[in-house]
């Protein structure tokens, strides 16, 4: 929950601040009690509810507003005026933050990169990557002289690795690119859930391409992976964006705790892709011919286990089901059993070194799809 006020003068040289109706009723506070004030390093100021040694006494002005006098400290550190316009935010471990740079939030959100001839492309793309994720609203990158085309090349590169940015303005010496998705919490769930469809397509056509021996079907699939990413990096730029950023919240429903959760379910999800892009990296570059019916027949199973734990876990984490999520976990040892009886009849000598690789990265595979359900019941308890 987030409210904005206005600053008061009151007496000589005080300032107060009017507390929202719905802290007060939840933490129950009442004229005269005493709240400590702490003056954190990031310029914020952190009202406590709790009794404490240090503390405001809480007071009632007009029909039943409270108010509470501001620190003098924080005031000048701040260098705030009567009526400045501040945010109060409540906070999920029922402290609240007063934020007094809301008049800077949207420059903050505006990351500028300065480039010339002896700029790295690889630097530039990290760069780019990182004030994505970060959640910049828009990215300036500007040279001094006319703009490099090996950076040039970078940036439209970059563009075509992420959602939601694109270039709205070009000159001889700057680029200008500018966020075109609004932060939504639904995109969090789509994200994710487009994730889940992409690895399942991932694994099955690896699963075609292995019986069928097709290897183009497995460059698609190392091409999928891409896609994962994007919203991979989607979801981090959502999470960052709402937690740097005090307006969103405003509008936003979505607690911290769940923009880490979904984060990390995100995270795993993307991981697996890597995993399953990787088991065609090693059938494509290694020209992998399966003719044992059995190795087909395993790699399969395990295939098939671990999208129907990746499918639950996804499925415990939506109903928030901690029983669904347990099963998930102790079904590592019916991977188990498939995983040791793989190639005990090592019939195809020649690829043995690349098939072990392959089981090992569906063994990965299953234990990213085991984390999320971990996360689940973390959450949970």
Wanted: net charge positive; hydrophobic share 40%.
């Amino acid at each position: 929950m987030i409210d904005f006020r206005r600053i008061r003068k009151t007496g000589g040289s005080t300032y107060i601040v009017t507390l929202p109706k719905k802290w007060v009723n939840f933490h129950k506070i009442k004229p005269n009690q005493n709240l400590e004030c702490i003056i954190q390093k990031d310029g914020n100021l952190l009202i406590n509810p709790f009794q404490t040694p240090e503390f405001r006494r809480v007071q009632k002005t007009g029909g039943s507003s409270l108010i509470i006098s501001l620190p003098k400290e924080w005031i000048k550190a701040n260098n705030l005026k009567e009526k400045q316009e501040i945010a109060l935010i409540s906070q999920e471990n029922g402290m609240m933050v007063l934020n007094s740079h809301v008049q800077l939030e949207k420059e903050n959100l505006i990351k500028k990169i300065q480039v010339d001839n002896k700029t790295k492309p690889n630097f530039l793309l990290r760069m780019l990557i990182g004030s994505y994720v970060m959640g910049f609203a828009a990215i300036n990158i500007s040279s001094e002289k006319e703009f490099p085309s090996q950076c040039r090349d970078v940036i439209i590169n970059f563009t075509r690795m992420i959602i939601g940015m694109e270039i709205i303005e070009e000159t001889l010496n700057t680029i200008n690119l500018q966020e075109t998705i609004d932060i939504n919490d639904k995109l969090f769930e789509k994200g994710i859930k487009r994730m889940e469809i992409l690895v399942k397509s991932m694994q099955k056509d690896i699963i075609n391409a292995i019986e069928s021996n097709n290897r183009d079907l497995i460059v698609k699939v190392i091409l999928r992976d891409d896609e994962i990413n994007k919203l991979h990096r989607l979801v981090r730029r959502q999470m960052n964006r709402i937690i740097r950023n005090v307006k969103i919240p405003y509008y936003s429903n979505i607690s911290i705790s769940t923009l880490k959760q979904n984060f990390l379910i995100s995270q795993n999800i993307e991981r697996i892709g890597d995993q399953t892009a990787n088991i065609a990296r090693i059938f494509k570059n290694h020209y992998i011919s399966f003719k044992d019916p059995k190795i087909i027949s395993s790699i399969k199973k395990m295939s098939e286990l671990t999208l129907s734990v990746l499918d639950q876990s996804v499925l415990s984490w939506k109903s928030e089901n901690m029983r669904l999520a347990n099963a998930c976990i102790e079904r590592i040892e019916e991977f188990n059993e498939i995983y040791d009886s793989f190639l005990i009849d090592r019939s195809q000598k020649k690829d043995i070194y690349f098939l072990y690789l392959i089981r090992e990265e569906f063994k990965k595979s299953i234990l990213l799809a085991q984390n999320i359900a971990e996360i689940v019941i973390d959450l949970m308890v």
